[in-house]
């Protein structure tokens, strides 16, 4: 296993501390007046997504951990089991409720997706960063009613909702940042 410092630490590195996973989603160096310099990081549990502070000597060495994201394409739902299909094998593999969580919620069957494990082991789908769905409910933009930056809730063809602007209307196609579940522009 390769290792990495304290010092060495990035945004977006993977390491293996006390018996977990963590991705490092902020870090700080600090040089005291007084005494060492130290890291201070925000680690985010890769597996259960709890975050945690812990503070690092820089020359402190951790492990890094090797996570493998597969391109697989989502087939269907089946009570509380979602399959996916690796495209190059045609393997497939079902994934539980508790590893999928909300991250299928902009994405339509037969549509490509990352698969992301640690040793063998699925903790999360990536979905595509901005999808194209169709708006399935939505009410009528009242005319006249065109105040800057007002929005309203609407539901896409997978089922989620999300607000848009006013002039989004039932039928039309939407680009959706899936990241955030934000609107993004007309499609």
């Given at each position: ?10 945004n ?7 018996g977990n ?8 160096h600090?040089k005291?007046g ?7 990081t ?19 060495k ?8 597969k ?5 269907y739902?089946d ?12 393997d ?21 997706v990352k ?36 929005t ?28 955030t ?7």
């Amino acid at each position: 296993m390769a290792t990495i410092s304290a010092g060495d630490f990035r945004n977006g590195v993977t390491i293996e501390f006390e018996g977990n996973i963590y991705q490092i989603i902020e870090f700080q160096h600090v040089k005291p007046g007084k005494g060492a310099a130290f890291v201070r990081t925000k680690l985010k549990n890769i597996v259960n997504g709890g975050v945690v502070e812990k503070t690092f000597r820089p020359t402190e060495k951790c492990e890094t951990a090797h996570i493998d994201r597969k391109n697989m394409q989502y087939l269907y739902e089946d009570g509380d089991l979602y399959y996916f299909m690796d495209n190059e094998t045609y393997d497939q593999i079902a994934l539980g409720k508790e590893v999928i969580g909300d991250s299928l919620k902009f994405v339509k069957e037969n549509e490509s997706v990352k698969v992301v494990s640690h040793a063998g082991n699925v903790f999360a789908i990536e979905p595509e960063l901005n999808v194209v769905l169709e708006v399935t409910e939505c009410e009528p933009g009242i005319k006249g009613n065109t105040a800057t930056g007002a929005t309203k809730p609407c539901t896409v063809e997978t089922g989620a909702t999300l607000n848009v602007p006013l002039f989004v209307n039932q039928g039309d196609k939407i680009m959706i940042d899936t990241r955030t579940g934000e609107y993004l522009s007309r499609a």
